[in-house]
């Protein structure tokens, strides 16, 4: 499958270094999307070593997008097994690829690996391939990059000797020049001469333990190999039982065997990238490591002796097998990928895997840049990097495991592989390969492949700068990513002459003098609001920051540290939403609100709010009411209330309710978030408002003030002893805690004053999680602006005690109301069930005996379908980023 792209607007020069599969994937990506660049490569020709390749579906996705997939089959064997055997060939298990294609719509592929890097280098044109260029070192500023290279073309002048240099300027510099990166090194080097601190890690030299030898045979005959008549790949894998030492063994298309073999070393060694600087990859004498397997016996016949002899030299290498994550990706004009960021051991066959990924998810991020300025650029990179990092960390842990459970020794290491490696069920094994699947990116200015296999894969990040030529939403039906539509099958482009006004908008109104297209942008951090809490010597205290793009750097960095070890990356506080039309119906909604729904850009009774069936959109949502949780201690707060003179170290942030503004594009919508429920028990590591969350939580969704049972003491003075509770009492206490602005829903009125302020013609939108998203829940039925909540509790008998909306009002009514609550049936919180002497909110002292939630409820029934089972744990907003992420479709969502 392949079609041709419009080309990217953009004048932005891309200079990509390394002329390896990383690089050369990312070339011609942008050959189809018709962005200038060039590959400067330091070899003179390369020569590609090593034996072979596992693709996995995921890649063969991008692949068959490009129109590479069917030249790469002809070439290639499908994997659907590796057989784990002992080098007496006893066996240990088999680990089945299962139904890749019905799954994921594409086999696995084993491929030698020169055999790819032709076809690859093929699709490139000529003269955008520089060979025989070594980057020595590179300048950047704020209007351009220039690299300058050592020129080793001449093969009769010795590389050391020559100091004959040439230079390349551009716009962008991709380093994709693998584990020993010059990129790096210099990037690296410039950051540390600007005073910029790097985590030791990244400075510190790669680390080896493995010797690898690597062949692949001349071509065989079926007679002397009768397994190679097989239509698919046999992959074996070959144990030692004396010492730490793997075989691998596979088939190739070509009637060739490949092979590696991987010995661990006594003593791990390090070496600086520098060592490396002057040096190729060339064959190696691998006669000791070659000499300790001949004897092995071979699972196609013979020996591995046999197999090895029939090996040219030109087809053997020996490496040392390193690995690394790189925390650090990107500064200023330059940026990382493959290798050169997270160094895999082969162990789990996701080296190449993951520097495809990383290119596609580059590209999507560059293309339609609409200028050569550094905002732009850093917009591009935060994105690739936001997205990507935690994806690459999590395959590096994955790939370190294995290696483990491979090489280790023992007989405890024995039962692991035993049962590590064939003898899983298939449920388990199912899940390791959907999360190595479901990711599965395309290039957003081509269309997507058919859409093939049962498990669906996950949405893709949404590029920052690209923005489709017709992109059509219509009201209730799940928004469209780019400009094509899924129709049975397939995917069908919407034609330019498409007319919005048919079909019409479901339940038109005549205000709407012109069609209604769908906004799809993105939103960016700019401002964070902190107010102090009620009874604190800081109740008055109410400051504003600005927020940079250091800032946001520096928190973003942050926030990936807050979510290591979740199933849910970092954030870059950068989200795109898209949004729809909601009918504003006031005669049975809220009372009492205020004017502000008429600076609404859509005239009455419509109004544009955030598009609740976009995935992508609840998802973006989500990610803001998560970045709430980021401590903001930092300099440069601005007093917006009252004057306070005492100095933050003694703690004015530490209590009271925080509101982190959004921003869009063009200034004209605002989506406020407000930090929710800090309490550890609940998952989000405790923190310093957890006791005003408490008092708050109590008041809100309790029955009586939380005045359970007699060891409680209540919050309010309503309690009348029994069951009893003096209901007018309650709501009068209620009332005056919000007008007095000692509540938070009195604070977040305060809140929204000042983000009126600072954007007065925007629309406001508001998201939260737990005690936050109630919150914003009741401002937007207060303000009667658009709301989406998480994992809240219920709300709706708040709302009515304060008079937010009438004692009356329920089910259908309830849903008019512009207000958006998600959840899942294993969240006790969200259910109204964590109450009573054996709950975990109990036992920490709070009341949550609500259930009812305003506007409409999507919860998603993890008990049912995924048998998961209550727990207070499962109110952590990372597990419903997982949920969420990973559900097969928006719409399944029921609503109750």
Same mark, same amino acid.
């Given at each position: 499958m392949?079609?041709a792209a419009?080309?990217?607007?953009s004048?932005?020069k891309?200079?990509i270094?390394?002329?390896?599969?990383c690089g050369?994937?990312?070339?011609?990506?942008?050959?189809?999307a018709?962005?200038d660049?060039? !590959?400067?490569?330091k070899?003179?020709?390369? @020569? $590609?070593?090593?034996? /072979?390749?596992? #693709?996995t579906? %995921?890649?063969?996705y991008i692949?068959?997008?490009l129109?590479?997939?069917?030249?790469?089959?002809k070439?290639?064997h499908?994997?659907?097994?590796?057989d784990?055997?002992?080098?007496?060939?006893?066996?240990?298990g088999?680990?089945?690829?299962g139904?890749n294609?019905?799954r994921?719509?594409?086999?696995?592929i084993?491929i030698?690996?020169?055999?790819?890097?032709d076809?690859?280098l093929?699709?490139?044109?000529?003269?955008?391939?520089?060979?025989?260029?070594?980057?020595?070192s590179?300048k950047?500023?704020?209007?351009?990059?220039?690299?300058?290279?050592?020129?080793?073309?001449?093969?009769s !002048?010795?590389?050391?000797?020559n100091?004959? @240099? $040439?230079t390349f300027? /551009?716009?962008? #510099?991709?380093? %994709?020049?693998g584990?020993?990166?010059?990129?790096?090194?210099?990037?690296?080097?410039?950051?540390?001469a600007e005073?910029?601190m790097?985590p030791?890690?990244?400075?510190?030299?790669?680390?080896?333990?493995s010797?690898?030898v690597?062949?692949?045979t001349d071509v065989?005959t079926e007679?002397?190999?009768?397994?190679?008549?097989?239509?698919?790949?046999d992959?074996?894998?070959?144990?030692?039982k004396?010492k730490?030492?793997q075989?691998?063994?596979?088939t190739?298309?070509?009637?060739r065997?490949g092979?590696?073999?991987c010995?661990?070393?006594?003593?791990?060694?390090v070496?600086?990238e520098?060592?490396?600087?002057?040096s190729?990859?060339?064959p190696?004498?691998?006669?000791?490591?070659?000499?300790?397997v001949r004897?092995?016996k071979?699972?196609?016949?013979?020996?591995?002796?046999d197999?090895?002899?029939?090996t040219?030299?030109?087809r053997?290498?020996?490496v040392m097998?390193?690995?690394?994550y790189?925390?650090t990706w990107?500064?200023k004009?330059?940026?990382?990928?493959?290798d050169?960021?997270?160094?895999h051991?082969p162990f789990?066959?996701?080296?190449?895997?993951?520097?495809?990924?990383?290119?596609?998810?580059?590209?999507?991020?560059l293309?339609?840049?609409p200028?050569?300025?550094?905002?732009?650029?850093?917009k591009?990179?935060?994105?690739y990097?936001?997205?990507?990092?935690?994806?690459?960390?999590?395959?590096?842990?994955?790939?370190s495991l294995?290696a483990?459970?491979?090489?280790?020794r023992g007989f405890v290491?024995?039962?692991?592989?035993f049962?590590?490696?064939g003898?899983?069920?298939?449920a388990?094994?199912?899940?390791?390969m959907?999360g190595?699947?479901t990711?599965?990116?395309?290039?957003c200015?081509l269309?997507p492949p058919?859409?093939?296999g049962?498990?669906k894969?996950?949405?893709?990040?949404v590029?920052?700068?690209?923005?489709?030529?017709?992109?059509?939403?219509?009201?209730?039906?799940?928004?469209a990513v780019?400009?094509?539509?899924?129709?049975g099958?397939?995917?069908?482009?919407l034609?330019?002459?498409?007319n919005?006004?048919?079909?019409?908008?479901?339940?038109?109104d005549?205000a709407?003098?012109?069609?209604?297209?769908?906004?799809?942008?993105?939103?960016r951090?700019?401002?964070?609001?902190?107010?102090?809490a009620p009874?604190a010597?800081?109740?008055?205290?109410f400051?504003s920051?600005?927020?940079?793009d250091?800032?946001?750097?520096?928190?973003?960095?942050?926030?990936?540290?807050?979510?290591e070890?979740s199933?849910?990356p970092?954030?870059?506080?950068e989200h795109?939403v898209?949004?729809t039309?909601?009918p504003?119906?006031n005669e049975?909604g809220?009372e009492?609100?205020?004017?502000?729904?008429?600076?609404?850009?859509?005239?009455?009774?419509?109004?544009r709010?955030p598009?609740?069936?976009d995935?992508g959109?609840?998802?973006?949502?989500?990610?803001?009411a998560?970045?709430?949780y980021?401590?903001?201690?930092?300099?440069g707060?601005?007093?917006?209330?009252?004057k306070?003179?005492?100095?933050?170290e003694?703690g004015?942030l530490?209590?009271?309710?925080?509101?982190?503004?959004?921003?869009?594009?063009d200034?004209k919508?605002v989506?406020?978030?407000?930090k929710g429920?800090?309490?550890?028990?609940?998952?989000?590591g405790?923190?310093?408002?957890?006791?005003?969350?408490k008092?708050?939580d109590n008041k809100?969704?309790?029955?009586?003030c939380g005045?359970?049972?007699r060891t409680?003491w209540?919050?309010?003075g309503?309690y009348?002893?029994?069951?009893r509770?003096d209901?007018?009492?309650?709501?009068?206490?209620?009332?005056?805690?919000?007008?007095?602005e000692?509540?938070?829903?009195g604070?977040?009125l305060?809140?929204?004053e000042?983000?009126?302020?600072?954007y007065?013609?925007?629309?406001?939108?508001?998201?939260?999680?737990s005690?936050?998203?109630s919150?914003?829940?009741m401002?937007?039925?207060t303000?009667?602006?658009?709301?989406?909540?998480?994992q809240?509790p219920?709300?709706?008998?708040?709302a009515?005690?304060?008079g937010?909306v009438k004692?009356?009002?329920s089910?259908?009514d309830?849903?008019?109301?512009?207000?958006?609550?998600?959840?899942?049936?294993?969240?006790p919180v969200?259910?109204g069930?964590?109450?009573?002497?054996?709950?975990?909110?109990?036992?920490?002292?709070?009341?949550l005996?609500?259930k009812c939630?305003l506007?409409?409820?999507?919860?998603?029934?993890t008990?049912?379908?995924?048998?998961?089972?209550?727990?207070?744990?499962a109110?952590?907003i990372f597990?419903?980023?997982n949920v969420?992420?990973n559900?097969p479709?928006?719409?399944?969502g029921?609503?109750?």
């Amino acid at each position: 499958m392949s079609a041709a792209a419009t080309p990217s607007s953009s004048n932005v020069k891309i200079i990509i270094v390394g002329a390896g599969i990383c690089g050369l994937m990312t070339a011609i990506q942008l050959e189809r999307a018709g962005m200038d660049y060039i !590959v400067v490569e330091k070899a003179r020709t390369l @020569t $590609v070593f090593g034996a /072979g390749l596992s #693709l996995t579906p %995921a890649c063969s996705y991008i692949l068959d997008q490009l129109g590479l997939l069917d030249e790469i089959k002809k070439a290639s064997h499908p994997c659907a097994k590796i057989d784990y055997l002992r080098d007496d060939l006893s066996k240990i298990g088999v680990m089945n690829a299962g139904d890749n294609k019905g799954r994921y719509g594409y086999d696995g592929i084993l491929i030698t690996r020169p055999t790819f890097y032709d076809i690859l280098l093929s699709k490139v044109p000529k003269e955008k391939v520089h060979w025989g260029k070594r980057v020595l070192s590179f300048k950047q500023d704020e209007h351009s990059v220039e690299i300058e290279c050592q020129d080793n073309l001449d093969p009769s !002048v010795d590389v050391e000797s020559n100091m004959k @240099t $040439v230079t390349f300027k /551009g716009d962008i #510099l991709v380093g %994709a020049d693998g584990a020993y990166s010059a990129v790096r090194r210099n990037m690296y080097e410039s950051m540390q001469a600007e005073g910029l601190m790097l985590p030791k890690d990244d400075l510190a030299p790669l680390r080896f333990d493995s010797n690898c030898v690597i062949g692949v045979t001349d071509v065989l005959t079926e007679k002397e190999y009768p397994v190679l008549k097989e239509k698919s790949g046999d992959f074996y894998v070959l144990i030692g039982k004396e010492k730490a030492i793997q075989v691998y063994l596979f088939t190739f298309a070509e009637n060739r065997l490949g092979w590696h073999i991987c010995g661990r070393m006594d003593k791990p060694e390090v070496h600086d990238e520098k060592d490396f600087r002057f040096s190729d990859w060339k064959p190696h004498a691998a006669d000791e490591l070659c000499e300790m397997v001949r004897h092995f016996k071979c699972p196609y016949g013979g020996t591995l002796g046999d197999v090895i002899d029939r090996t040219p030299k030109e087809r053997l290498s020996k490496v040392m097998l390193e690995d690394k994550y790189f925390s650090t990706w990107f500064h200023k004009r330059t940026v990382l990928m493959g290798d050169a960021c997270h160094k895999h051991l082969p162990f789990g066959g996701q080296g190449a895997n993951q520097a495809i990924l990383d290119s596609v998810h580059l590209v999507n991020q560059l293309y339609g840049i609409p200028s050569n300025s550094q905002a732009d650029i850093t917009k591009s990179f935060e994105a690739y990097y936001g997205y990507r990092s935690a994806n690459a960390k999590e395959v590096f842990k994955s790939t370190s495991l294995v290696a483990s459970i491979l090489s280790s020794r023992g007989f405890v290491s024995e039962v692991v592989r035993f049962f590590a490696l064939g003898h899983l069920p298939d449920a388990v094994n199912n899940m390791g390969m959907d999360g190595m699947n479901t990711d599965r990116p395309y290039l957003c200015f081509l269309p997507p492949p058919p859409g093939r296999g049962s498990v669906k894969p996950k949405p893709q990040a949404v590029p920052v700068h690209y923005r489709p030529a017709v992109t059509v939403y219509h009201f209730h039906a799940t928004a469209a990513v780019w400009p094509w539509t899924w129709q049975g099958e397939s995917w069908r482009q919407l034609p330019l002459s498409w007319n919005h006004r048919n079909p019409p908008l479901q339940h038109a109104d005549p205000a709407l003098s012109t069609p209604f297209v769908a906004k799809r942008q993105g939103f960016r951090l700019q401002h964070i609001l902190a107010h102090g809490a009620p009874g604190a010597k800081s109740a008055n205290v109410f400051r504003s920051l600005a927020i940079d793009d250091h800032t946001r750097m520096e928190m973003a960095q942050e926030n990936l540290l807050m979510s290591e070890g979740s199933p849910s990356p970092g954030s870059t506080f950068e989200h795109i939403v898209s949004d729809t039309l909601f009918p504003q119906e006031n005669e049975d909604g809220a009372e009492g609100g205020e004017s502000d729904v008429e600076e609404n850009t859509i005239p009455l009774p419509w109004k544009r709010v955030p598009n609740a069936k976009d995935h992508g959109t609840v998802i973006s949502m989500v990610r803001m009411a998560l970045d709430c949780y980021v401590d903001p201690k930092r300099q440069g707060w601005v007093d917006i209330g009252d004057k306070w003179d005492v100095d933050t170290e003694l703690g004015w942030l530490e209590a009271g309710l925080r509101g982190y503004i959004f921003v869009s594009e063009d200034q004209k919508t605002v989506v406020l978030g407000i930090k929710g429920t800090s309490l550890k028990l609940f998952g989000t590591g405790g923190g310093p408002t957890g006791n005003n969350d408490k008092l708050n939580d109590n008041k809100m969704f309790s029955c009586c003030c939380g005045k359970v049972d007699r060891t409680w003491w209540g919050v309010c003075g309503c309690y009348l002893g029994g069951n009893r509770c003096d209901q007018q009492c309650l709501v009068d206490d209620l009332i005056k805690d919000r007008d007095e602005e000692t509540s938070y829903h009195g604070i977040g009125l305060k809140v929204i004053e000042a983000t009126r302020e600072l954007y007065p013609k925007a629309d406001i939108w508001l998201t939260g999680h737990s005690l936050g998203g109630s919150v914003a829940s009741m401002l937007g039925v207060t303000k009667g602006y658009p709301t989406f909540t998480f994992q809240s509790p219920g709300d709706a008998r708040y709302a009515k005690r304060v008079g937010l909306v009438k004692q009356n009002l329920s089910g259908r009514d309830l849903k008019r109301l512009p207000v958006w609550q998600f959840g899942h049936t294993a969240d006790p919180v969200f259910m109204g069930t964590c109450n009573g002497p054996t709950s975990s909110c109990y036992s920490a002292g709070y009341a949550l005996e609500t259930k009812c939630h305003l506007g409409r409820t999507c919860t998603y029934d993890t008990m049912t379908e995924l048998g998961w089972r209550q727990n207070i744990q499962a109110h952590t907003i990372f597990t419903f980023i997982n949920v969420v992420e990973n559900w097969p479709n928006m719409t399944q969502g029921r609503e109750v």
